[in-house]
């Protein structure tokens, strides 16, 4: 298997534009989590997935964030309108029917400037 | 105060030697603890998951106690490697849908 896969690895932005970043979960696994990490604030969870369904979004931080998961096999984060202190690391993982380990993919590195 | 406090924030030590990581809790209800490591520019990888009933927990030179009356956590590591060079991740489930977050630990291995 692949792994997560997460597009792109990078992405530099300016300031107001819209960004969206995409992950393809492990095939077979049913939860998907996206996480923000930056060196002030560390690791943080966004919103997590269940059989495609937002079970917990509390950790979005505002309105300009948003996440979909249309199907088992695809989920996308979207800033909109980006600013430069959305600049961090974003990172999808998954994980398998009533499993507690998850998996990371390698992170998209976002710049907003 | 946050509620999962990882110590020491950093640490050296030289290879071969022993070392040990504390992460401590005062989130409930308790579901599970993880330990991650996190190498520089990749993602967190598990090492440990560790359940309200499991005291230690080992994967390879990796092991990991739980004492969930005090919610205190270790993670131990023998006989370092220059590839234990990393962050290291405490992180409490509760409740079974959410996740609390240390601030980590970054351990450099000297030779």
């Known amino acids: 298997d692949a792994g997560v896969i997460q597009s792109p690895r990078h992405e530099v932005t300016e300031m107001g534009q819209e960004v969206t970043l995409r992950c393809k979960p492990i095939s077979g696994h049913n939860s998907l989590f996206w996480y923000r990490q930056t060196m002030m604030r560390g690791l943080e969870l966004l919103i997590y997935f269940n059989n495609n369904v937002p079970i917990d979004d509390s950790g979005m931080p505002e309105d300009r964030f948003s996440a979909k998961m249309p199907n088992a096999s695809f989920s996308t984060l979207k800033i909109q309108p980006s600013e430069p202190r959305d600049s961090a690391v974003y990172f999808c993982?998954?994980?398998?029917?009533?499993?507690?380990?998850?998996?990371f993919g390698p992170g998209t590195r976002l710049t907003v400037t | 105060k946050n509620q999962v406090e990882q110590s020491p924030q950093s640490l050296i030590i030289l290879e071969g030697k022993n070392c040990t990581l504390q992460?401590?809790?005062?989130?409930?209800?308790?579901?599970?603890l993880r330990w991650y490591k996190q190498d520089t520019g990749r993602g967190p990888v598990s090492l440990t998951i560790m359940t309200f009933s499991e005291n230690t927990k080992s994967n390879g030179r990796y092991t990991a106690t739980l004492d969930a009356d005090t919610k205190q956590s270790s993670l131990h590591i023998t006989a370092s490697q220059l590839s234990d060079s990393a962050s290291y991740i405490c992180?409490?489930?509760?409740?079974?849908?959410?996740?609390?977050f240390g601030s980590g630990t970054k351990l450099n291995v000297k030779p």
């Open positions: 992180v409490v489930e509760v409740n079974f849908n959410k996740f609390y």
């Open positions: 992460c401590n809790y005062t989130v409930s209800p308790f579901s599970n």
């Open positions: 993982a998954s994980s398998g029917q009533g499993a507690y380990e998850q998996y």
